[in-house]
């Protein structure tokens, strides 16, 4: 019996797959099942990842057509659930690596706290392994607490990827990530949180996070943005709806971001984001204290309310 399931979403990445998968190997904790999702990559890919499993009895080969991370994801779990007796499961992107400890210090922490979901900090690493970023100032926390947990989430971004941290089963049991989206760790995140009983976070880097120039992340688009906008908006939602949420902590500076794109969005897009911007100041407006008139012209006139405010300062 495994431990740990760690699923490896794999789609043209043949350039950086190796280092990924050494590392995974070489692990210090060794008492786990590698699940590699070939996600219908067209490159040498499906080729490499049956050559390591045809090395290594703990890996399994998913081939599959291509639906995307979130869809190579979900089919990891799927097969995780009805496969493996593992209690634990891990993400790991296919162009990052490891710490060799990563395993060992999460599940070790895991069960010293009685946790079922521990997050660790990362470290940004660029295409020639040099170290860009190093670790930030992140938490030391271990809590029950979902209001702390929720205050982290919004002011701390590095608490929402799905791969630097290690999750009981259990919070998958009804859990998968939203198919088709391209911020889908923005849209679980928060069901995550919600579903983990103890949560633990060190502020070690364990996670060699690579920074690639042709990374969706890096190739910003209408559809991604708006995809942002509404997994934040949904967040918002959920936590107002369970009392979690300090609504004066809510943000309105992304949403005004797409005052300056709004010629780039085609009918459908500034369809989508008018119903956003609805959604958004249904929970923004639901705290007292933003039904000012100063925070109604903000929300609703926002470049051109700074513009006036501005003018007005210099008048002064």
Not at 142 to 148: F, Q
Not at 294 to 312: N, W
Request: net charge neutral.
């Amino acid at each position: 019996m495994s431990q740990i399931t760690v699923i490896v979403p794999v789609y043209k990445v043949e350039a950086y797959i190796d280092r990924c998968l050494e590392s995974i190997l070489a692990q210090s904790f060794t008492d786990f099942d590698l699940v590699l999702v070939d996600d219908g990559s067209p490159d040498n890919c499906p080729k490499i990842c049956d050559a390591y499993a045809e090395k290594d009895g703990r890996i399994t080969v998913i081939h599959k057509q291509n639906g995307g991370l979130s869809d190579a994801r979900n089919a990891g779990i799927d097969w995780a659930m009805e496969h493996s007796n593992s209690e634990w499961l891990a993400f790991v992107d296919s162009d990052d690596y490891l710490h060799p400890d990563y395993l060992k210090i999460l599940l070790d922490t895991a069960k010293k706290e009685n946790a079922d979901l521990v997050i660790c900090d990362f470290i940004r690493v660029n295409e020639r392994d040099e170290i860009i970023e190093r670790e930030h100032k992140f938490f030391d926390l271990v809590t029950e607490d979902k209001n702390k947990l929720f205050q982290l989430l919004y002011s701390n971004w590095r608490v929402i990827p799905a791969w630097n941290k290690l999750y009981h089963k259990h919070i998958f049991d009804d859990l998968r990530f939203a198919f088709g989206k391209i911020h889908e760790d923005d849209f679980a995140i928060h069901h995550v949180l919600w579903n983990c009983r103890k949560a633990v976070i060190i502020p070690t880097g364990l996670y060699y996070y690579l920074q690639r120039a042709n990374s969706i992340m890096k190739t910003e688009t209408p559809k991604s943005r708006l995809d942002s906008l509404e997994a934040l908006v949904e967040s918002y939602e959920f936590s107002l709806a369970r009392g979690l949420l300090n609504p004066k902590r809510m943000s309105t500076d992304y949403l005004h971001s797409f005052e300056a794109m709004k010629k780039e969005l085609t009918v459908a897009e500034k369809k989508r984001l008018n119903s956003l911007r609805r959604r958004f100041s249904i929970v923004y407006f639901s705290n007292p204290a933003n039904r000012s008139l100063k925070k109604y012209l903000a929300f609703h006139f926002g470049r051109l309310y700074r513009k006036a405010g501005g003018v007005y300062n210099q008048m002064r």
